[in-house]
């Protein structure tokens, strides 16, 4: 069992920026891959960023260029740097992970809401 618990999030006006952290913590030996979902009201959930164990990223296309994902392999932790922006990166943003059983594990959800 992986447990992810997320920080960061709340309230901010378009332009501005936030960071996400979030920390893994149990069975973490070789989490394949850690990363960033979103859900907004009436929405589908979707993938924001991940990076995986190596260090590879990839970025939903409308994050590109404003969002930076990092992570520590030595600590368990994922973060993710949301710069410039918009209201509609208003949503729920999950945590993710999948552990070496291939396994998903998701965070609480942390708010982020961007003021128009």
């Known amino acids: 069992q992986v447990q992810l618990v997320e920080s960061g999030g709340g309230l901010v006006q378009a332009g501005g920026s936030l960071r996400v952290s979030c920390a893994a913590s149990g069975s973490v030996f070789g989490l394949r891959r850690m990363g960033w979902y979103r859900q907004a009201p009436g929405k589908q959930r979707e993938l924001v960023a991940a990076i995986t164990n190596d260090g590879s990223t990839n970025y939903a296309d409308s994050v590109k260029g404003r969002f930076t994902i990092s992570r520590d392999n030595a600590k368990n932790t994922v973060s993710l740097q949301m710069n410039s922006l918009k209201p509609e990166d208003t949503a729920v943003y999950f945590c993710?992970?999948?552990?070496?059983?291939?396994?998903?594990?998701w965070g609480q959800g942390t708010q982020v809401t961007v003021s128009s």
């Open positions: 993710n992970c999948v552990a070496m059983s291939y396994r998903n594990y």
